[in-house]
């Protein structure tokens, strides 16, 4: 594993992508900033911190044989890596908020930004973009933010909750792919924000509905179960919790 820290700079993913199409990157390399002046979150909109508070970033990950319509698992694999983490720090009442937020709550705590690479019907590569609110307690542009200092009141050692995590998703690499797609998908859904409850959403034309999360379908989609008793499934740009959710 190859670790380049930097001071500041306009996001891990987009400094990891420029460093893969320049140099042989290592499997495993990691970018960690202190600080990020256009960092991202899902879908583009901005992933906003106070500096040196909080860990912001990337990894490069390379894969051999790895289907593309598999692909969900990869999130699920980091999504549910942080959430061993965070559960592991004793932080309390955790979700997964399809498709890759990690919450408190109904406070999001941690963003993930997965950018996978392509080769014929297989991922090649991906970049993996974390953003983790650890001591930073001021949110006030973002009212449903939290962090786990203002959830624990304790301060976090920045560097060892990174290394951690990276002990977690090493691990998790290392068992992939057993546990099958099955386990992890079982687990996930377990793990869901507003599973079996009624909430709102909105589509992307606009249109609001009230829907019923009834699990994550193999390619990703979110199964809603509608009025009428129809489960449709949606994809993460067809669809997104309304703030009365949340």
């Known amino acids: 594993m190859q670790l380049i820290k ?145 959830i624990t009141g304790n301060s976090h050692d920045l560097t060892e909750v990174l290394v951690t995590f990276l002990g977690l998703l090493q691990e998790a690499f290392r068992e992939m792919p057993h546990p099958p797609y099955e386990s992890y998908l079982r687990e996930y859904e377990g793990k869901l924000y507003l599973k079996d409850q009624p909430a709102p959403f909105e589509l992307s034309d606009g249109e609001r509905i009230t829907g019923t999360i009834r699990g994550v379908d193999p390619l990703g989609n979110l199964q809603l179960e509608l009025k009428n008793g129809e489960v449709r499934p949606f994809g993460f740009k067809e669809v997104r919790y309304l703030r009365e959710a949340l």
């Open 6 to 150: 930097l001071s500041a700079t306009d996001s891990t993913n987009a400094y990891l992508k420029r460093l893969f199409r320049r140099d042989a990157v290592p499997d495993f390399t990691v970018v960690q900033a202190d600080h990020q002046t256009a960092g991202r979150g899902q879908p583009g909109t901005r992933w906003i911190g106070e500096e040196g508070k909080n860990l912001t970033f990337s990894i490069l990950k390379r894969f051999e044989a790895f289907p593309a319509t598999r692909h969900f698992q990869l999130n699920m694999l980091v999504s549910l890596s942080v959430y061993r983490l965070l559960e592991s720090l004793q932080i309390p009442n955790l979700n997964l908020k399809w498709p890759n937020d990690i919450l408190s709550g109904s406070r999001k705590l941690c963003g993930i930004l997965l950018e996978n690479k392509l080769r014929g019907a297989e991922l090649s590569s991906s970049i993996i973009g974390i953003g983790l609110n650890v001591n930073q307690t001021d949110f006030e542009d973002l009212p449903a933010a939290t962090s786990m200092k203002k």
